[in-house]
């Protein structure tokens, strides 16, 4: 899957309606559905509960020069949602800053990712359902169609959890004795 038209397309075929998008910005009412859903659908998948390895930033974050109150730092424009501060430091959020009281915070958070080359072929393949589930009531009309992608999207996306899963290296547990060890 090479661009968004591939993407539409994949999820207008779940449908099994026949319609195919030749361009996302055509004013037909499938395309239209498919461009108003698909970043929404793209940044509710990833912000799913599973954190996918190829969507985690870690940013040193800029204070907002502007924000007199307290220190207050800019989020990054590509946020999601925030998993931690690398100092392990508490925080808040409210709009767009961040609150803490570390002097130089560095935010590891769940970036959107909108270049499609950028995603997994699993990941697209659970993104292309979840679009199709979105649309299938506007534009099937079917609750057994929608019902049907829901279910096929539940299955995609956990393959691609299952996949993503993959990526992440377990470390071998260093030695360590503990105090109960080392009272012998």
Not at 66 to 92: C, H, N, T
Not at 106 to 131: E, G, M, N, Q, T
């Amino acid at each position: 899957m090479r661009s968004i038209t591939d993407l539409f397309n994949l999820a207008l075929s779940h449908l099994a309606q026949g319609y195919v998008v030749n361009d996302p910005t055509e004013q037909t009412p499938h395309a239209r559905l498919c461009s108003t859903y698909y970043p929404i659908c793209r940044q509710e998948l990833l912000d799913d509960d599973h954190q996918w390895t190829f969507a985690v930033a870690s940013l040193p974050l800029n204070i907002d020069a502007g924000y007199l109150a307290k220190p207050a730092y800019v989020l990054p424009s590509d946020f999601i949602r925030p998993f931690q501060l690398e100092s392990g430091e508490r925080f808040f959020i409210e709009g767009d800053h961040l609150f803490t009281e570390d002097p130089a915070p560095i935010l590891r958070y769940v970036r959107d990712i909108k270049d499609l080359a950028k995603l997994p072929p699993k990941f697209k393949i659970a993104l292309s359902y979840l679009l199709a589930w979105r649309i299938a009531g506007p534009l099937a009309q079917s609750k057994e169609k929608q019902d049907k992608t829901e279910q096929q999207f539940a299955m995609a996306k956990t393959e691609a959890i299952n996949k993503d899963l993959q990526q992440h290296r377990i470390e071998n547990r260093p030695d360590f004795e503990g105090s109960l060890i080392q009272a012998r």
